[in-house]
């Protein structure tokens, strides 16, 4: 399942910013802020997604306050074809929907916020998350996809 997330994120327009934290993704655009999850079709697998998901975006948002004036809303999802637990505060998305709840939807956080929480994350300051996703934890962000420069060798200084 999270490698079908990293292929969605990977499709996101340039604005965006992602970061990962094991199999859990950080997506902010202009569209929102989310905390993404993949969860299993079992219902104990899905309650402890549940509550993983939970704590993450509140321990996120915590972090986020700690460095910025402003910290959008973060919204909790739960990568599923499951139904969420009850009382969950998580929405469960089907991962061929997770595109379009991730760009659709009025602007809701500004170019240059965007930059602010773009560069709270590049900074490895924002609670164990860190810019980029997948295998590629090296990823700046989607406005940066050419490949990253080699450090020179050391016959080569």
Sequence with gaps: ???GIDG??????PAFVIAGRGDARLVMGPSGAFVL???????????????????????????????????????????????PPRGADVTAVPLDLVHDVLVEG???????????LREVVRTSRLAGWHIGFGADLDRIDLSDRGPRPSAPSSSTR
């Design 8 to 13: 969605v994120l990977t499709s996101l327009p």
């Design 106 to 116: 009025p602007v809701m956080i500004t170019s240059g916020t965007l930059n602010g």
């Design 1 to 3: 399942m999270r490698s």
């Design 37 to 83: 999850l993949p969860a299993g079709r079992e219902r104990v697998l899905v309650e402890q997604a549940a509550d993983h998901l939970i704590d993450l975006v509140m321990t996120t948002r915590m972090a986020l306050c700690d460095h910025l004036t402003w910290v959008p809303f973060l919204d909790a999802l739960l990568v599923t074809n499951a139904e």
